[in-house]
Nanobody, 125 residues
Framework: QVQLVESGGGLVQAGGSLRLSCAAS????????MGWFRQAPGKESEFVAA????????DYADSVKGRFTISRDNAKNTVYLQMNSLKPEDTAVYSC??????????????????WGQGTQVTVSS
């Protein structure tokens, strides 16, 4: 049974930082590309960042480029999202996802096979 469990969310002031973690189990983690998506209240889910199996290729939404960094530790079966210079508009539930096409770093939700439950990030102004 595949499980993706996010952690690290919380309340932070604008300009602050958070690091999200997503721990995977039930799959061979290094065989999967990983992504982060977010959904704010009343809005559609949106792509945030993705990383291929080795970590050598990453992709970011324009809205977070230069502020967020995705990384992974295959030995720990964990993917991270370091979020700096946070803005109120970053407030959302952040979810991680796993894509069995390991060389991908996809931007589309439909390309991911497994999803976590999400963690809330709230940025106050």
């Amino acid at each position: 049974q595949v499980q993706l469990v996010e952690s690290g969310g919380g309340l932070v002031q604008a300009g602050g930082s958070l690091r999200l973690s997503c721990a995977a189990s039930g799959l061979t983690f290094s065989n999967y590309a990983m992504g982060w998506f977010r959904q704010a209240p009343g809005k559609e889910s949106e792509f945030v960042a993705a990383i291929n199996w080795s970590g050598k290729y990453t992709d970011y939404a324009d809205s977070v480029k230069g502020r967020f960094t995705i990384s992974r530790d295959n030995a720990k079966n964990t993917v991270y999202l370091q979020m700096n210079s946070l803005k109120p508009e970053d407030t959302a539930v952040y979810s991680c996802a796993a894509d069995r096409r390991f060389s991908n770093a996809a931007r589309t939700r439909g390309e991911y096979d497994y999803w976590g439950q999400g963690t809330q990030v709230t940025v106050s102004s």
